[in-house]
């Protein structure tokens, strides 16, 4: 999503501290270029600002740290993620958080996209979906038994599609399920 650096958690404040406008703050430079081209009446690219914080871990960093800026206007926006399954901690309720695991899900949901695909495609669609849900299964069976063993849980981090099934293909791909020792949930 370009070659822009991405700003620190102490610039992103800075930044913050001396702003005027209206600004939302999301976790990934994905993120920011969904909601820069959604369209509303409510938010403006004239009148607001949309600032990535480089993941989720600098977003709730940023959060943490409002007593520092306490007359900016901000919001802050995140995927809800795992918080899907294990609920939103009370100390980030102050959060917006998506419906589903992450805004890609929030606008596919119910957007009738697949009427367009012919048949192939959608039974293309629907294997590789498939293998997905079936690798997210897997992966929030991880989390669930890292989070009960009180470890941090990375599982679920962004991994391209391409890594999970590459290519043309609609099956997870073997040497990926090797490194992450994938088992059937």
């Not at 999503?1 to 913050?16: C, F, H, K, T």
């Not at 079936?134 to 992966?139: N, Q, S």
């Not at 962004?158 to 059937?184: L, M, R, W, Y």
Request: proline letters at 3%; hydrophobic letters at 35%.
């Amino acid at each position: 999503m370009g070659n822009r650096p991405q700003l620190s958690v102490d610039e992103i404040v800075n930044v913050l501290k001396r702003s005027f406008v209206p600004t939302i703050l999301v976790e990934g430079t994905s993120d920011a270029f969904i909601y820069r081209n959604l369209k509303s009446s409510e938010v403006s690219r004239d009148r607001t600002t949309i600032i990535s914080c480089g993941g989720r871990f600098s977003l709730i960093k940023v959060f943490e740290r409002r007593s520092d800026y306490p007359d900016a206007k901000v919001v802050f926006v995140a995927d809800r993620a795992c918080f899907r399954f294990a609920g939103v901690p009370d100390e980030l309720s102050e959060i917006v958080f998506t419906t589903g695991y992450s805004i890609e899900n929030d606008i596919y949901h119910e957007s009738g996209c697949t009427d367009l695909l012919d048949s192939d495609d959608l039974n293309a669609f629907q294997a590789l979906r498939q293998s997905v849900a079936l690798w997210f299964a897997f992966e929030v069976e991880e989390h669930r038994r890292r989070s009960q063993r009180g470890l941090d849980s990375t599982v679920l981090a962004a991994k391209h599609i391409n890594e999970v099934c590459p290519g043309q293909t609609t099956h997870i791909c073997n040497d990926f399920k090797k490194k992450i020792q994938f088992s059937d949930p």
